[in-house]
């Protein structure tokens, strides 16, 4: 069995971090949409996490007015799941319920409760990120001597030149 991804956003530093957990010893399966957890079993100690949604291993949506944990076809005008193009458009589609399965491959959730460190140094993030900007700001080297092309003059287009003849 694959391990489920959880993905935390952190609307203070507006970032989000891929965690993953096995959903047997995970405390998610069995939860639903709108439900806090403990952050604890992702890595976060001290924080509290509310479950905002996430898809099963087909990329179907989970969504909160549906309860239960199966795939169902339903008719929806509104996300998720479906977004109409016109005014009063409605389409049956398949989604999944509001409640965390074994056949969900990944959950949203966001901090509503800080612990002490910070997420990033909690998740080993930050060292990453620092390391990653390294990277990508590559030192300066010596300035390459431009090569000197011989500038020709702007030819006219044959048009505007047989205008200006007449």
């Known amino acids: 069995m694959a391990a489920m991804k959880l993905v935390i956003s952190d609307p203070k530093e507006r970032k989000a971090y891929q965690v993953e957990v096995d959903p047997r010893s995970s405390a998610l399966v069995g939860r639903k949409i709108g439900d806090v957890v403990d952050g604890g079993m992702a890595g976060l100690a001290g924080y509290k996490l509310q479950i905002t949604g996430g898809s099963d291993q087909q990329g179907f949506p989970m969504r909160r007015d549906v309860e239960g944990s199966a795939r169902k076809k339903i008719v929806l005008a509104f996300g998720p799941g479906f977004h109409p193009r016109m005014e009063g458009q409605r389409k049956r589609k398949s989604i999944r319920g509001n409640a965390i399965s074994l056949d969900i491959a990944q959950v949203n959730a966001k901090i509503v409760e800080y612990g002490k460190e910070p997420a990033a140094k ?14 990508a700001k590559p030192e300066k080297t010596a300035a390459k001597p431009e ?3 011989a500038e020709k003059p702007e030819a006219k287009p044959e048009h505007e030149a047989a205008h200006k003849k007449e």
Do not use: V
């Open 122 to 135: 909690l998740l080993g993030k930050e060292a990453k990120a620092e390391a990653h900007e390294k990277d």
């Open 147 to 149: 090569a000197k092309h």
